[in-house]
Every structure is written in structure tokens, then in C-alpha cells.
């Protein structure tokens, strides 16, 4: 005769925490809930999961200015000194890093061009704000995107710059020592 398996008190606590998450998820059923397949995943993984979508429906979108308490509110960068630039910034690199907040590629940029960067383009920037410590907003102030020449001449490794090259049939930049190296706060 087959003996039956209890299941242990974390598998049932795991169990009633998938349910009620996957009820408070209701009203925000899409395809991106239903192609979720479960049965690959321990519960544990999966209720990881599924409460960050909860935590990204339920995020307020507000600018990152407003994320600080009070208001992150920076001169304009025409009214600093460069010594008094260079303080700002770096105080509000640690700020931004705070609240997860982490800037990459950042090496290509002056000081007074990453300030001016924060002031004019991330802080009025409206994002969904998460309370999740492992959540962090990564900001591409390369803007890889629109522009790939400075992410390819600075950041891409060869192997993404030949991929690159591959996929638009165009030509590469050189390769170049970003003219500003720092170390800045990164996700751990």
C-alpha cells in the first residue's frame, strides 16, 4: 500500500500565499499571467514571482524627484561652480542609488553633462516606483536606444558589437576608453 506524504507547514504556508496572491492578480489578468506556466517552478520561486507583478500593478508613477522625502530638488547646473558640481552629484548619485536607482554608462559624460542629465532628464522622469529591495530602476544614460554609437563605442564587448554589426549591416565605431571613468554605485 502507498504511503501518503504530508505536506510540510512551509509547503502549505506556500501554497495558501499563491492562492491569495494569484486573487489579488485578478483584476489584473493578461497574457502575460496566463502564459505563465507554474508547473516549472517551485512554489516558493513562483510566489516570488508573482508578488513583483503585484508590487509593479499596484506602483504609484510618479517622477523620481518625488520618490525622496522631502522632494530631490537640484540647482540648475549653469548656477554651480564645477567644485560645487562635482559635490552634487556624487551626493546625488548616492541618493538615486537609495532609492535603487542605478545610472549606467555614465564613463562618456562630463561631470557638468551627467549632472545636467539627472537634473533636466531623470528627475522629472515619471516611473513606476516599487517597495522592493531587490527592484532596482536601471537608467541608460547612453540611450542606447536611439543612439547606439556611444554605448558601442564605449561599453559594448566585442561579441555584442559584432552581433551588432550583424544585425544592422552597418559599420562599427572604434573602440574607445571611456574619457571619464567612476566608480559608481552598482546593484549588487
Known amino acids: 500500500m502507498a504511503e501518503m506524504r504530508r505536506p510540510k507547514t512551509d509547503e502549505v504556508d506556500q501554497l495558501l500565499r499563491n492562492a491569495q496572491l494569484r486573487d489579488e492578480l ?5 497574457e502575460s499571467i496566463a502564459m505563465f506556466n507554474n508547473r516549472e517552478l517551485p512554489t516558493n520561486v513562483e510566489n516570488d514571482f508573482l508578488a513583483s507583478m503585484l508590487a509593479w500593478e499596484r ?6 524627484s518625488q520618490w525622496f522625502n522631502p522632494e530631490l530638488v537640484l540647482q ?4 554651480l561652480s564645477s567644485e560645487q558640481l562635482h559635490e552634487v552629484l556624487w551626493d546625488t548619485i548616492r541618493k538615486l542609488y537609495e532609492q535603487r536607482i542605478v545610472l549606467d554608462f555614465t564613463d562618456h ?6 549632472y545636467s542629465l ?4 531623470i528627475l522629472p522622469s515619471n516611473e513606476k516606483r516599487i517597495e522592493n529591495r531587490n527592484s532596482f530602476l536601471h537608467w541608460d544614460c547612453a540611450n542606447t536606444e536611439s543612439d547606439p554609437e556611444i554605448w558601442l563605442r564605449y561599453y559594448a564587448t566585442e561579441e555584442e558589437r559584432v552581433m551588432w554589426a550583424e544585425e544592422q549591416g552597418e559599420e562599427l565605431p572604434s573602440v574607445e576608453s571611456p574619457p571619464f571613468p567612476r566608480r559608481m554605485p552598482h546593484q549588487k
Open 26 to 30: 485578478e483584476p489584473f489578468f493578461d
Open 76 to 79: 540648475h547646473p549653469d548656477n
Open 109 to 114: 559624460l562630463t561631470d557638468r553633462q551627467l
Open 118 to 121: 539627472i537634473y533636466r532628464d
Open 59 to 64: 506602483a504609484p508613477v510618479l517622477p523620481i
